[in-house]
């Protein structure tokens, strides 16, 4: 288990996140709310315990509401100073899992290889594979 520390932009928000060396990989997601909402042709996340998160600096973040594909609800958790996006909470994983921003760990930028890609459906035609790639999600 590696504990790392995360920012936002503005450093208003600080965290702490232990993962273990198979969370310590980035997942691709090349969904379409991913690049509208991140700006980009993916985000770079994990999924993980929301116990393996602590907010050490800038309390509890704000929260946006969406209607994921699933058709449920999906929470995006973010700094309402510079709306960094820290972490997301799909309701159809149930109220323990996350879905972590790892591209926001400076160590993750740096040294986190890429462990999968999901909505492989959706990716731009000049996206090559970088890792195992999954059309939607991996089975559960």
């Not at 520390?5 to 600080?14: A, D, T």
């Not at 999906?74 to 960094?84: E, F, K, L, N, S």
């Amino acid at each position: 288990m590696s504990t790392y520390k995360g920012v936002c932009h503005c450093k208003h928000h600080q965290w702490e996140v232990t993962l273990n060396d198979e969370q310590s990989k980035h997942i691709l997601c090349h969904c379409d709310t991913c690049k509208i909402l991140g700006g980009g042709a993916f985000t770079m996340n994990q999924i993980i315990p929301k116990s393996a998160l602590k907010i050490t600096q800038g309390g509890e973040p704000s929260k946006y509401t969406y209607k994921g594909d699933s058709g449920n609800s999906v929470d995006c958790y973010y700094c309402p100073h510079c709306t960094t996006h820290i972490y997301h909470h799909q309701q159809v994983m149930g109220p323990d899992t996350i879905i972590l921003r790892t591209s926001l760990l400076p160590e993750g930028r740096k040294n986190f290889d890429v462990g999968a890609e999901i909505y492989g459906k959706d990716k731009m035609k000049w996206e090559k594979e970088v890792a195992h790639t999954f059309d939607v999600l991996p089975p559960q």
